[in-house]
């Protein structure tokens, strides 16, 4: 971590910043400093350094990295903030980690999955160097009904973070899909652990996938009509991995943080930005399979679904699939 945190107070400084003041912000020796720019320098960092003066970062090749990662967040908000070069899946990551008892807000990041997953069971294309494959370990309180909605909630989190890091404005299909010009862009699968003997949850892992410099052919040729990538057909070009990365996990530590009495500012952005809404569905009961065409009505105050089927009848859907037609 030594060589990721000097990264960052690099990336941070203005110009010139002596070894003596890198060692006092971080508590470690002026060797160990040296060390670490070495370190940065074999990695294609190009940092000069002038006697008196100290060092100054002059250009580095784009990766998401952690060092990029950590010069947008707080020294001590790192500490529990990994990131990976590839993983078969940061959800399985967190999840092995939890038997020594990591602490809440605990993250994982990943430049490439070779495993990732979706929702019931799918995969999710997690090709390297294009997105943000991200897990954080939550702790909220509650059984598994009072924490049904946290991943409606997690949708309206990753919705403000693209906005604050890029200034885009997506959608938000339900439940937690996020769609841009009609196509997706974002995956989040939510792994409870529940205290048998009690039915209290015990943690929640939020696992998230980011397509954010995907090009077409980045991904599976059956997925290249219904799947997009935030910088395609952007005039921005390619866009700062990092940036969201960070972005992402102040909103996921805000979320945590205002659970569950905040739930009235996720419910009105939920509503307001969700497709879903005044829509002909197909909703699809995930055990049977089994489809029945409806109306969307309404986002209930728990973000379940309110549809009005073709006999007439009002249901409130809490599971399943709903696809949009013409979106889906």
Not at 89 to 108: A, F, H, Q, W, Y
Not at 288 to 300: C, E, M, P
Request: hydrophobic letters at 35%; charged letters at 25%; proline letters at 3%.
């Amino acid at each position: 971590m030594t060589k990721d945190d000097v990264f960052a107070i690099l990336l941070n400084s203005k110009g010139y910043i002596s070894g003596e003041a890198i060692s006092k912000e971080l508590g470690l020796s002026r060797a160990a400093v040296n060390s670490a720019v070495k370190a940065l320098r074999a990695e294609g960092l190009v940092i000069s350094s002038v006697t008196n003066k100290g060092y100054l970062l002059e250009s580095y090749p784009r990766r998401l990295t952690a060092g990029e990662i950590y010069s947008h967040l707080d020294h001590e908000r790192t500490r529990s903030v990994i990131c990976l070069e590839t993983v078969d899946s940061t959800n399985n990551r967190l999840k092995e980690m939890l038997k020594d008892d990591p602490v809440p807000g605990t993250t994982i990041i990943a430049n490439e999955q070779t495993g990732g997953r979706g929702r019931m069971g799918r995969s999710f294309s997690s090709p390297a160097g294009c997105g943000i494959y991200l897990s954080m370990l939550i702790r909220p309180k509650g059984q598994i009904s009072d924490v049904s909605g946290i991943t409606a909630w997690t949708a309206v989190a990753v919705h403000n973070a693209i906005l604050s890091a890029y200034g885009i404005d997506t959608d938000i299909k339900w439940v937690n899909d996020l769609y841009l010009n009609g196509k997706k862009i974002t995956g989040i699968l939510t792994e409870l652990s529940v205290e048998g003997e009690i039915g209290m949850v015990s943690s929640i892992i939020i696992g998230i996938g980011i397509n954010v410099n995907h090009k077409p052919e980045d991904f599976p040729e059956e997925l290249r009509d219904i799947a997009t990538s935030i910088s395609y057909g952007s005039s921005s070009g390619e866009l700062d991995r990092s940036l969201l990365a960070a972005e992402v996990i102040k909103e996921l530590d805000k979320m945590a943080a205002l659970w569950p009495d905040g739930k009235k500012e996720y419910l009105d952005t939920y509503r307001r930005k969700c497709i879903t809404l005044d829509k002909d569905v197909d909703v699809i009961n995930y055990a049977t399979g089994y489809k029945r065409s409806a109306h969307t009505i309404d986002i209930n105050p728990d973000f379940s679904l309110k549809v009005r089927y073709e006999d007439g009848t009002i249901d409130d859907v809490r599971s399943g699939e709903v696809r949009v037609r013409g979106i889906s």
